[in-house]
């Protein structure tokens, strides 16, 4: 059995595994849109395409996205700073202001993505104080000139520069 640690000090360690930054929109029941930053994205499987992350249990974001059975995950660039922590807090009119364009599910794409994959949801398993969301790929497409992807790093975000 290991010696117990507190959660700041796991935080703190995990916190130097860098991770993607990306928002998951959607519409709920009555259409409105919904999007919440997710910093726990992940590829699942190839075949079939199923990519993976991790909301808040408690989200009200992810309860109002849910209702609709599919999501878009939005990949940020190093230049939406803003729009991560727009969307990192829940509460207010996340989209007031923002002209989104329907992804081909109907689902919010968010001005400036590098990239962007829409979902149906495969499954849902609550998983300590979060829930394991694994989307099935129904269509995807990327920025064509991307420079820099955000990552989260330390609780702060940075970017990753391409280069090739």
């Known amino acids: 059995m290991s010696a117990p640690f507190d959660s700041a000090h796991f935080r703190a360690v995990l916190g130097h595994v860098p991770t993607s930054v990306v928002i998951v929109t959607g519409l709920d029941a009555n259409g409105a849109a919904f999007g919440?930053?997710?910093?726990?994205?992940?590829?699942?499987?190839?075949d079939p395409p199923l990519v993976g992350f991790f909301p808040g249990t408690q989200s009200q974001s992810w309860a109002a996205i849910r209702e609709s059975g599919r999501f878009c995950v939005n990949v940020l660039g190093?230049?939406?700073e803003d729009m991560c922590w727009r969307f990192a807090k829940e509460g207010d009119d996340k989209f007031a202001g923002?002209?989104?364009?329907?992804s081909a599910g109907?689902?919010?794409?968010l001005p400036g993505s590098i990239a962007w994959i829409d979902c149906e949801i495969e499954t849902e398993t609550v998983m300590g104080d979060h829930t394991c969301?694994?989307?099935l790929v129904t269509s995807l497409d990327h920025a064509e000139s991307v420079e820099n992807a955000m990552v989260?790093?330390?609780g702060k975000v940075s970017s990753v520069k391409h280069v090739g």
């Open 78 to 80: 190093a230049h939406q």
């Open 133 to 135: 969301v694994v989307g």
């Open 98 to 102: 923002i002209e989104w364009v329907p």
């Open 36 to 46: 919440i930053t997710i910093g726990s994205f992940t590829s699942v499987s190839l």
């Open 106 to 109: 109907g689902n919010p794409v």
């Open 152 to 154: 989260f790093f330390r």
